[in-house]
T-cell receptor
Framework: NAGVTQTPKFRILKIGQSMTLQCAQD?????MYWYRQDPGMGLKLIYY???????DKGEVPNGYNVSRSTTEDFPLRLELAAPSQTSVYFC?????????FGQGTRLTVV | KNEVEQSPQNLTAQEGEFITINCSYS?????LHWLQQHPGGGIVSLFM???GKKKHGRLIATINIQEKHSSLHITASHPRDSAVYIC??????????FGTGTSLTVIP
């Protein structure tokens, strides 16, 4: 098992550009999550999914979109990047037990 | 007010010391997780607790559901334990809430 794989690891975007952060897990987990981590703050939930075809907003969804067409993949889309979206993004998955995290994507919007 | 509060925010210890990190939460929970974030940024799950106590090597995690409190203990601390330790709770609606983390530095 590779666990949770996030790509890319680093990215610099210009204001107004769009991009997709990829997240894939090979553990057949139903629950998947996207978080952002800002300095001095706890992880904040952006979107989550309880299974293929089902997504819901978390605490800080504005400026982001997600889709869950398969159990394995949960991409996060930024349509019009803004400096406030500079952060480290983590994807996570779980079933009934442990939560597994991806390695994170460090995104800078300039 | 955060749903999850951790203390201390920063902790420096000498190698070999016994370390305690505390976590208090205000929501009803299904489970509590202790996470370790390495200096490189990756996050790994150390424990998932819903009651009692768990031990893994030099790490011990306890939870008191009535008091809504958990502690993470590290015995015989080592410089490789230097990391940020994050308390996270999963509420009964399957949402997670995270503490802001405790930055631990263990000095040789």
């Amino acid at each position: 098992n590779a666990g949770v794989t996030q790509t890319p690891k680093f990215r610099i975007l210009k204001i107004g550009q769009s991009m997709t952060l990829q997240c894939a897990q090979d553990m057949n987990h139903n629950y998947m999550y996207w978080y952002r981590q800002d300095p001095g703050m706890g992880l904040k939930l952006i979107y989550y999914s309880v299974g293929a075809g089902i997504t819901d907003k978390g605490e800080v969804p504005n400026g982001y979109n997600v889709s869950r067409s398969t159990t394995e993949d949960f991409p996060l889309r930024l349509e019009l990047a803004a400096p406030s979206q500079t952060s480290v993004y983590f994807c996570a998955s779980r079933e009934t037990g442990e939560t597994f995290f991806g390695q994170g994507t460090r995104l800078t919007v300039v | 007010k955060n749903e999850v509060e951790q203390s201390p925010q920063n902790l420096t210890a000498q190698e070999g010391e016994f370390i305690t990190i505390n976590c208090s939460y205000s929501v009803g929970i299904s489970a509590l997780h202790w996470l370790q974030q390495h200096p490189g940024g990756g996050i790994v799950s150390l424990f998932m607790l819903s009651s009692g106590k768990k031990k893994h090597g030099r790490l011990i995690a306890t939870i008191n559901i009535q008091e809504k409190h958990s502690s993470l203990h590290i015995t015989a601390s080592h410089p490789r334990d230097s990391a940020v330790y994050i308390c996270a709770v999963r509420d009964t609606g399957n949402q997670f809430y995270f503490g802001t983390g405790t930055s631990l530095t263990v000095i040789p």
